[in-house]
């Protein structure tokens, strides 16, 4: 079974940054492609950003395209979301998610069978 343990969420002002990391362990693939979603209060999970098995393939969502940079270490499964400008729309709880295969763009919570227990982002204006 694969563990997924998100760390770096907190309270930041509008405007500012953090850094979300994302480590797999246990049973892990050797082409995994990994995600990062979102979940505000009283809101369904969303995709934020996601990547490709080898790293080489980064895909965002439109809300935050342009703020974030989503980077990936394949040797020892991590994958970090750097989050910039950030709005207080951009609060909720923030889940690694982590599936098989050797494809791109899995864009939807059904597509990921791994998912850590979430880290929060409170983003105050």
């Known amino acids: 079974q694969m563990q997924l343990v998100e760390s770096g969420g907190g309270l930041v002002q509008a405007g500012g940054s953090l850094r979300l990391s994302c480590k797999a362990s246990?049973?892990?693939?050797?082409?995994?492609?990994m995600a990062w979603f979102r979940q505000a209060p009283g809101k369904e999970r969303e995709f934020v950003a996601g990547?490709?098995?080898?790293?080489?393939?980064?895909f965002y969502a439109d809300s935050v395209k342009g703020r974030s940079t989503l980077s990936r270490n394949s040797t020892n499964p991590t994958v970090d979301l750097q989050m910039d400008t950030l709005k207080p729309e951009d609060t909720g709880t923030y889940y690694c998610?982590?599936?098989?295969?050797?494809?791109?763009?899995?864009?939807?919570?059904?597509?990921?069978?791994?998912w850590g227990q979430g880290t929060q982002v409170t983003v105050s204006s």
């Open positions: 990547v490709n098995w080898s790293g080489d393939r980064t």
């Open positions: 998610a982590a599936r098989r295969g050797y494809g791109s763009y899995y864009l939807t919570t059904a597509e990921y069978p791994y």
């Open positions: 246990g049973h892990t693939f050797s082409a995994q492609a």
